[in-house]
C-alpha cells in the first residue's frame, strides 16, 4: 500500500476519533448561560478594550467550543498570559468551561 495513503489514512482516524478519545465534556449551553455572566462584562461589550495592558477584548460569540476550552485551560496553566483571564479561568472546572464553551458557540458573533 502507498505510504501516503496509509499515512493519510491514520491521520485522518486520529483527528476523528482523537476529541472522543481524550473525554472531551459535553457541555449545557443553559448552564454555561449562567456560568457566563462574569465573561459577558468585557467579552459582551462591542470594541471594548482593557485599559492596562491595552488589549482589545475578542467577541467570543459562534466561536468553536474546543477552542474556547482550549484557551480557558491556557489561562488556567499559565500558558496565556493575561492576569484578569487567568484569574477567572483559575476557578472553572471542566465542566464550566464546556458549559461556558456551549453557550458561547452557539451565540451569535456580532
Known amino acids: 500500500?502507498?505510504?501516503?495513503?496509509?499515512?493519510?489514512?491514520?491521520?485522518?482516524?486520529?483527528?476523528?476519533?482523537?476529541?472522543?478519545a481524550a473525554g472531551a465534556q459535553e457541555g449545557d449551553a443553559k448552564a454555561g448561560e449562567v456560568k457566563a455572566i462574569s465573561c459577558l462584562g468585557c467579552h459582551g461589550i462591542p470594541g471594548y478594550s482593557n485599559v492596562y495592558p491595552t488589549y482589545h477584548v475578542p467577541r467570543v460569540g459562534g466561536q468553536h467550543a474546543q477552542y474556547i476550552i482550549g484557551a480557558l485551560n491556557a489561562y488556567k496553566k499559565g500558558?496565556?498570559?493575561?492576569?484578569?483571564?487567568?484569574?477567572?479561568?483559575?476557578?472553572?472546572?471542566?465542566?464550566?468551561?464546556?458549559?461556558?464553551?456551549?453557550?458561547?458557540?452557539?451565540?451569535?458573533?456580532e
Open 79 to 109: 500558558d496565556r498570559s493575561h492576569k484578569t483571564m487567568r484569574a477567572q479561568a483559575a476557578t472553572l472546572s471542566d465542566q464550566d468551561m464546556a458549559d461556558i464553551a456551549a453557550y458561547f458557540s452557539a451565540a451569535k458573533s
Open 1 to 20: 500500500m502507498n505510504r501516503k495513503i496509509v499515512l493519510g489514512t491514520l491521520l485522518s482516524v486520529v483527528c476523528t476519533v482523537l476529541p472522543t
